[in-house]
């Protein structure tokens, strides 16, 4: 079983609506949960980081986490044309490690 | 990226030859990592770094070493490259204490071809 992942898409969501994008781990003892958005050959931006179970929102984001399901998602309201990318779902393990997924490509439809 | 620079940001080189990559930052950050990024792979942990001379090996070492004698830089070596090695490597620094890093940030990449 993969320690992260992610549906690899492509999604697409009208421009206006919210996207959401979903994320399972296997470790248990994961601490820390991370969202990355990475254009096409750029590198790797943080966008949004969540320890604890709940929502945290930021601006349009908001990250959700659930432990006892091992689940994280990332929505993202009022989609726009530069949300258009790759988001990348990143956790640390119970060994320190960052591990990620092989991220979800969400486009727009105008 | 502010703090973190990768050189060279391309390179092209024939199989069989060693290949030497560099991380340098400039936020005094103890902890250091190599990725790679491959298509249907996302990004991979090759080596990583929690102090000077400590070093330690990500899911996909073979093939790679890693050596960091100031804290500023984190060179990544292919003693001889193959073209399974051709991707794309970004390294990635982080704040932390202890064995818990956080607020990874990724440098621009370097984009490696062996041919």
């Known amino acids: 079983q993969k320690e992260v992942e992610q549906n690899s898409g492509p999604l697409s969501v009208p421009e206006g609506a919210i996207a959401s994008l979903n994320c399972t781990y296997s470790?248990?003892?994961?601490?820390?949960f991370f969202w990355y958005r990475q254009y096409s050959g750029k590198s790797p931006e943080l966008i949004m980081s969540?320890?604890?179970?709940g929502d945290k929102e930021d601006g349009r984001f908001t990250a959700q986490l659930n432990k006892a399901s091992q689940y994280v998602s990332l929505l993202i309201r009022d989609s726009q044309p530069s949300d258009s990318a790759t988001y990348l779902c990143?956790?640390?393990?119970?060994?320190?490690?960052?591990?990620f997924g092989k991220g979800t490509l969400l486009t727009m439809n105008p | 990226d502010a703090g973190i620079t990768q050189s060279p940001r391309h390179k092209v080189t024939e199989t069989g030859t060693p290949v030497t990559l560099r991380c340098h930052q400039t936020?005094?950050?103890?902890?250091m990592y190599w990725y790679r990024q491959d298509p249907g792979h996302g990004l991979r942990l090759i080596h990583y770094?929690?102090?000077?001379?400590?070093?330690d090996k990500g899911e996909v070492s073979d093939g790679y070493s890693v050596s960091r004698s100031k804290t500023e830089d984190f060179l990544l070596t292919l003693e001889s490259a193959t073209s399974s090695q051709t991707s794309v490597y970004f390294c990635a620094i982080a704040a932390g204490t202890g064995l818990v890093a956080y607020g990874y940030t990724f440098g621009s990449g370097t984009r490696l071809t062996v041919v």
């Open positions: 470790d248990r003892g994961s601490q820390s």
């Open positions: 770094s929690y102090g000077v001379k400590d070093t």
């Open positions: 969540i320890y604890s179970n």
């Open positions: 990143a956790v640390i393990n119970s060994n320190y490690k960052l591990t």
């Open positions: 936020e005094n950050h103890r902890y």
